[in-house]
């Protein structure tokens, strides 16, 4: 089966012996109807345990799916008349990014993701979901025009992170990133992020300053890779495993954190395993969310979204502080 | 010769940095790390860090650089008691910050506050690559949107110097979230009329380079500061293309469109002014009677 996932190897293994019980039992006449049933019970328990208990590194294996949906996969199945628009009028089309109009029960949106591909050829085509500078751009020009039709922004979050590469450079990534985040904060319409998968770094961030931000169960969020985070604290990325736990970069960490508004449960066993089902999940946030900030007027709009950032982080204040005064 | 180096005073007469100079003595000598030429530190310090054989531009401690831009006794400083917690309980984090604390005689890896330069109010944000690489963790990215918020209260110009090697690792997504905060501040800001000028100073990368760093009305910066988004290392690994020798220098950016001008350090001040005086508020009146 493509992508089984490690934490999965006790089940995968419990319900082939329980498949072939009952393959032996077509072919002879033992009865072993009591044996299968047991084994289906303590499947079932074993499912139960291992999917409420997943570690991080479980939800960074099921983020990392090659089967976990991606934003066309919801944008096809949550809104209708989507007409995606192509290019960022400056330099060229990034494919690691998609965007567009369309239509969300009936209310006119503005919808971009990031786009990863279902194979070589089409991951090659959109980089991996990795943007260019010209991906950022695009995405920027879409969210301008909706700005100005007030239509609301959808931002789906998928990419393991902006691209590190000599042209992305030359071109600006950091300039793009930048300015993103700036006018983001910036627009007097709603604006909804979701995180679907990978959330890497400012790759991810720049089109994540939305009202709400909400997070699929087993997405991640981070400033690094669990590999990066390895391989500059401990020098050695194969504990990865352990920097994905250090590093609290789950849908529930970020909601303890207070970054993120709402965790969007999955399907059992991940996204991959019912789109469908997990597009009516996504739906049902989304619908609640647009439906409280469509209360809101422009300036409100802008006032809460920069509230709704200022208030991440953490500090206090140094009684013996020894310099400038 | 050496006694007098030790005798004679500097006058200080913004900022109380004495306590500092004494604190952390310097090293009688300096090599340049370009020309390999080797100076009197007090020389170069003199000289503002600027290597007097071939213009090398050492790090500027942010105190320094405010001494030399800001009008005597003008420095009103901001939020300097804040410092930082361990959001994600992070090993030895703590234990980091305290030894960096010791080390570089700072709070935290920016100084922000109120002066003037050459009698221009505006408010300025000093990034020190001395504490944790310049790193922005959540009390880098309070401190400046504060500044920034005040800047927009005060109605006056928003100056920051950038130094950073990007986004704190050791407070995860917070320090991530730190680049829209600060975006964010800018961008009510701006809207407002407000003025923002940015100079990149070596380094400034990752987050800090696609945040604030970027967003000036005017982006400049100084000779052969590297600046840029990802690791020289990161790109070459993924790539595997030769990459220029002075790919991501603040040359390599001016050349690509990304900067408005490279500024050498002891013309700054002069080049600030002008770009002060040029969006002096209050020159409504009808110029064209004079
Ligand atoms: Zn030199």
Not at chain 1, 31 to 38: G, N, V, Y
Not at chain 1, 139 to 151: D, I, N, S, V, W
Not at chain 2, 148 to 170: C, D, H, N, Y
Not at chain 2, 184 to 209: N, Q, R, Y
Request: proline letters at 4%; a negative charge.
């Amino acid at each position: 089966m493509v992508g089984e996932l490690e934490f999965e190897k006790p089940l995968i293994e419990l319900r082939k012996k329980i498949s072939e019980l009952k393959e032996f039992t077509k072919t002879t006449d033992v009865d072993l109807s009591a044996e299968i049933e047991k084994l289906e019970a303590r499947l079932e328990k074993l499912e139960n345990e291992t999917y409420a208990n997943l570690t991080p590194w479980d939800r960074v294996q099921i983020a990392r799916h090659p089967n976990r949906p991606t934003t066309l996969d919801y944008i096809e199945r949550l809104f209708t008349n989507f007409l995606e628009c192509h290019g960022d009028r400056l330099f060229g089309d990034d494919e690691a990014i998609v965007g567009g109009i369309a239509k969300y029960h009936g209310l006119p949106v503005t919808v971009i993701g990031h786009q990863r591909g279902k194979d070589t050829k089409e991951n090659i085509r959109r980089n991996f979901g990795m943007p260019h500078p010209e991906g950022y751009r695009k995405a920027l020009r879409l969210m301008r025009q909706a700005e100005k039709f007030g239509r609301p922004i959808i931002c789906f979050i998928d990419t393991k992170g902006a691209y590190p590469g000599k042209a992305a450079e030359e071109r600006g990534q950091s300039e793009a990133i930048a300015r993103n985040l700036f006018e983001m904060a910036g627009f007097a319409v709603p604006i909804v992020c979701i995180v679907i998968g990978e959330g890497g770094s400012g790759g991810a961030l720049a089109l994540g300053v939305g009202n709400h931000i909400h997070m699929l169960e087993n997405s991640t969020y981070s400033v690094i890779s669990p590999e990066g985070a390895a391989a500059i604290l401990w020098k050695d990325a194969s504990l990865a495993k352990r920097a994905a736990e250090t590093m609290k970069i789950t849908a529930p960490d970020l909601k303890e954190l207070g970054v993120i508004d709402e965790i969007i449960p999955e399907v059992r066993g991940g996204a991959h395993r019912n789109v469908d089902e997990q597009a009516k999940a996504i739906d049902e946030v989304l619908k609640r969310s647009l439906k409280e900030l469509l209360q809101l007027d422009h300036s409100a709009l802008i006032e809460q979204r920069y509230q709704k950032f200022k208030q991440i982080g953490q500090f206090t204040f140094s009684t013996d502080y020894q310099g400038v005064k | 010769m050496l006694k007098e180096l030790f005798i004679k005073k500097k006058k200080y007469a913004t900022i109380p940095s004495e306590q500092v100079k004494q604190d952390v003595p310097e090293g009688i000598m300096s090599k340049c790390p370009k020309c390999k030429k080797i100076m009197y530190t007090k020389e170069l310090v003199k000289n503002l860090r600027v290597c007097m054989s071939c213009g090398y531009h050492y790090p500027l401690p942010s105190r320094e650089r405010i001494e030399s831009l800001l009008d005597e006794g003008s420095f009103q400083e901001y939020d300097a008691e804040m410092i930082s917690e361990n959001p994600l309980q992070f090993p030895d984090y703590l234990e980091k910050l305290e030894a960096d604390r010791r080390k570089s005689n700072l709070n935290e890896a920016v100084i922000t506050g109120k002066g003037t330069i050459n009698g221009h109010p505006l408010v300025i944000a000093v990034m020190d690559s001395a504490f944790r690489m310049g790193s922005m963790g959540s009390v880098v990215g309070e401190k400046i949107a504060r500044a920034v918020e005040k800047a927009r209260e005060l109605r006056i110009p928003f100056l920051i110097f950038t130094a950073s090697g990007g986004a704190r690792m050791q407070e995860g997504v917070l320090s991530l979230m730190q680049m829209a905060k600060t975006s964010a501040a800018l961008k009510l800001f701006s809207d407002e009329g407000g003025l923002i000028i940015s100079v990149m100073t070596h380094p400034t990368t990752g987050g800090v380079s696609a945040s604030f760093a970027s967003l000036g009305d005017y982006n400049f910066a100084e000779p052969g500061a590297l600046i840029g988004f990802a690791g020289r290392r990161v790109i070459e690994q993924t790539v595997r293309e030769e990459l220029p020798e002075d790919f991501q220098t603040a040359e390599f950016l001016l050349k690509h469109g990304q900067l408005d001008a490279v500024i050498h350090r002891h013309e700054l001040k002069e080049a600030l002014t002008n770009v002060l005086d040029i969006h002096q508020t209050g020159g409504d009146g009808a110029w064209w009677e004079n």
